[in-house]
Nanobody, 115 residues
């Protein structure tokens, strides 16, 4: 059974930091591209950051320079370090694992940034 379990969300003031984690089980983690998405109330889910299986990373323009995605294949875990948080970063953050036609999602973790 595949599971992606996010943690690390919470309430933080603007300018603060949070580190999200996503622990995967039931998959060969190193084969998968790992993504972080987010969905704010009334908005579509958007891609925030990607860590490919060869270790390269990509970011949405809105988070470049503030967020860092990393992965630890030994721990089957992907992280999202979020610095200089803004109220507009408030959303539910989801972890996604994808490889070929396989695609899995976590349950999401809430991040709320107060002004």
């Amino acid at each position: 059974q595949v599971q992606l379990v996010e943690s690390g969300g919470g309430l933080v003031q603007a300018g603060g930091s949070l580190r999200l984690s996503c622990a995967a089980s039931g998959i060969t983690f190193s084969l998968y591209a790992m993504d972080w998405y987010r969905q704010a109330p009334g908005k579509q889910r958007e891609l925030v950051a990607t860590a490919t299986r060869d270790g390269s990373t990509n970011y949405a323009d809105s988070v470049k320079g503030r967020f860092t995605i990393s992965r630890d294949n030994a721990k089957n875990t992907v992280y999202l370090q979020m610095n200089s948080l803004r109220p507009e970063d408030t959303a539910v953050y989801y972890c996604n694992a994808s490889w070929s036609t396989l695609d899995y999602w976590g349950q999401g973790t809430q991040v709320t940034v107060s002004s």
